[in-house]
């Protein structure tokens, strides 16, 4: 054993390796210099894997990473102990240091057979840039959802706001109202019962003639049925605002039903009657109604109220925004003779016209236009995207009309926007009247 450890660290009877190069100093140092640089380059390899490895807790295959270093070290050893055999033919130990990386490269190549497959799955940097925007977009989409949700969400407490102040509204408006009739025939009949006592007693004690007098019972005939008159007007008007809300809050009809359209549009129309007022920088703004004889439609009635106050809402923000922009100069779209629209800008009163009619037996098509300052090009392509305001920070989420066109898409139907610079801006809508839901 210790004579074979000796041949295997002596060179024996070999001779150096250096002799079949027959010494000549260009070749045996073209060798020496490539298998230096070799082993250099292989020694430096693993030092980068480890590196790397180390830096990369989260790679799945490291220890096949860390064998093939093993693998490039036993390589870099092997061009050493060429280099060493030039001069010392110690061909025992070079022979097992060759049989080490034989064995590392058989144990290398074998654990890299299960890898490959799992290697290849591996998404390309294509693929993962496809699969980050597809992400992106999926964020973003989800984004829209949630606040649409939100949205919807706060548009349905409103609802039910809406109805509970509707109906406890409702009672004493219906208290008032159902007794002003009675009242106001209780008073016609002491004012006859006073007419009598006139007519038979004409000549009373002084006292109640003077508290007759200082009353003014003349005065209160004439005055107390236009105060009942009045409070029959006001109680009208109540009940007329109950209704209109309780038809746009549309509680408890969340199932498809055939509903008046106009119906929809007038509740609306009702409850920002206060925004159609005139204000300090803006007049009074009107409404023209051109109805058509339409059929009821069948449609989600509380949603389809909600696109109409959406675009009726940003008409009425227009049109003041317009009185300031544009100094008052509002563009007005008249019909001339020859049957095309001419432009003149005068300062007019701002208008919102609402059209209605039937298309084709089976459309129904609505209209909503003003006479603002309009759109330019740009703002109208993004009209309809979610989170897309040209109003100030605080005024508005953008959703509006991104909810609007959903709304109407779900009901098979179409909204576009027709606008200008300084022509005023157009909304159409067209809804099937029967609709067949998946």
Not at 26 to 32: E, R, S
Not at 334 to 342: C, D, F, R
Not at 391 to 405: N, Q, W
Request: hydrophobic fraction near 45%.
């Amino acid at each position: 054993m210790l004579q074979f450890l000796q041949s295997f660290f002596s060179g024996g009877s070999f001779i150096p390796h250096g002799h079949c190069y027959l010494w000549k100093p260009w070749l045996v140092w073209m060798h020496i210099a490539s298998d230096s640089l070799i082993a250099l380059v292989y020694y430096s390899i693993p030092i980068i894997l480890v590196y790397f490895v180390k830096k990369r807790e989260d790679l799945p295959f490291k220890w096949v990473i860390l064998l093939f270093g093993a693998f490039i070290v036993s390589c870099g050893t092997t061009h050493l102990m060429d280099v060493w055999t030039l001069w010392h033919p110690t061909y025992w130990l070079s022979a097992f240091l060759k049989v080490i990386t034989a064995l590392v490269s058989l144990a290398t190549a074998i654990a890299l057979l299960p890898v490959i497959p799992k290697a290849i799955a591996l998404p390309s940097p294509a693929q993962l840039e496809t699969a980050n925007c597809q992400l992106k977009l999926a964020l973003k989409e989800l984004a829209n959802t949630q606040a649409q949700l939100i949205q919807t969400e706060k548009m349905s407490s409103l609802g039910q706001l809406v109805a509970g102040i509707a109906h406890e509204i409702n009672n004493p408006a219906n208290f008032i109202y159902g007794n002003i009739a009675p009242t106001h025939n209780y008073v016609q009949d002491l004012f006859s019962l006073i007419s009598l006592y006139e007519k038979y007693y004409p000549h009373t004690i002084p006292e109640i003639h003077a508290y007759a007098e200082e009353i003014d019972v003349d005065f209160i005939k004439e005055d107390l049925p236009k105060i009942l008159s009045s409070i029959k007007m006001g109680s009208d008007r109540i009940r007329k605002i109950v209704l209109s809300l309780r038809n746009f809050s549309r509680l408890g009809e969340a199932e498809i039903k055939e509903v008046d359209i106009h119906e929809g549009i007038n509740s609306t129309i009702v409850i920002l009657q206060n925004r159609l007022k005139a204000k300090t920088n803006c007049p009074a703004i009107e409404v023209i109604k051109e109805y058509g004889d339409l059929p009821k439609v069948e449609c989600y009635a509380a949603q389809m109220n909600q696109v109409f106050m959406h675009i009726l809402t940003n008409a009425i923000d227009t049109l003041e925004q317009s009185m300031v922009s544009c100094q008052g100069v509002i563009p007005v779209r008249t019909l001339g003779v020859s049957g095309k629209t001419t432009n003149n800008e005068q300062k007019e009163k701002p208008q919102i016209r609402i059209s209605t009619k039937l298309v084709d037996n089976n459309q129904v098509m609505i209209r909503f236009s003003d006479n603002g300052c309009g759109m330019t090009e740009e703002v109208k392509e993004k009209m309809f995207d979610p989170f897309f305001t040209t109003k100030p920070i605080g005024s508005g989420a953008g959703l509006g009309m991104s909810i609007s066109y959903q709304i109407i898409d779900k009901h098979r139907g179409q909204m576009k926007c027709i606008s200008a610079p300084f022509q005023g801006t157009e909304f159409i809508i067209q809804i099937p009247i029967h609709v067949k839901y998946n």
